[in-house]
């Protein structure tokens, strides 16, 4: 399964709104301006989602996963890459990026500002899309792949085999940030977001 040019034109059309809060709670939180692309969709397999995470360094990079209460069901998964990560943690303490090799607990904790505002855009773009509320349960860290596959490995998850992947870049003067966002939806939850996509280009 994969999403047509029509459907990812309307997850674009979703964003547009989402993206421009996003815009300026990240330029007043790192005290300049910055430029957010729209984020790309993909619909992969639940094997490529885990290749991605590992390719993207799952044990050096960060990522925190939440269960989405309402709205849909399923998992949700926030993802900085390793390069990524260490960047914006230095530039959020004030630090030169080659400075910092490892995420520490403070730049962690610093990530996971820029973290929320990103959940919230991505939650926005959900919610316009379906025409309803999305709420996710605060943060579950993740640091190996084990920790997402026993997430996955529960409930109504355990035989769901495609995945929503979102990437987006923003930048900061010279400096390019790179996340994904992995929305691991019941196939309940898949149906209604496909049927809802089918209902637009429809409309369209």
């Known amino acids: 399964m994969r999403f047509s040019e029509w459907e990812k034109d309307i997850f674009r059309e979703a964003s547009n709104i989402a993206i421009s809060h996003g815009i300026t709670s990240l330029s007043q939180m790192l005290g300049e301006p910055i430029e957010m692309e729209v984020p790309e969709v993909y619909m992969i397999k639940r094997a490529e989602f885990l290749k991605t995470l590992a390719e993207n360094g799952i044990s050096k990079s960060f990522v925190v996963m939440f269960n989405i209460t309402e709205g849909l069901n399923g998992l949700a998964i926030l993802q900085f890459p390793q390069k990524s990560a260490t960047a914006l943690a230095a530039v959020l303490m ?28 991505y939650t926005d773009i959900l919610s316009t899309l379906i025409g309803e509320s999305v709420s996710l349960t605060p943060p579950i860290p993740a640091s190996t792949l084990y920790d997402v596959e026993k997430e996955l490995a529960s409930g109504d998850l355990k035989d769901i085999e495609n995945v929503v992947m979102f990437k987006n870049k923003f930048k900061k003067t010279e400096l390019g940030i790179e996340s994904y966002f992995y929305l691991v939806p019941t196939q309940a939850s898949l149906e209604k977001i496909i049927s809802r996509l089918e209902k637009e280009v429809k409309e369209g």
């Open 94 to 121: 004030g630090m030169d990026p080659s400075q910092i090799e490892e995420l520490d607990e403070m730049g962690k904790s610093a990530i996971m500002e820029v973290g929320n505002i990103l959940i919230s855009v």
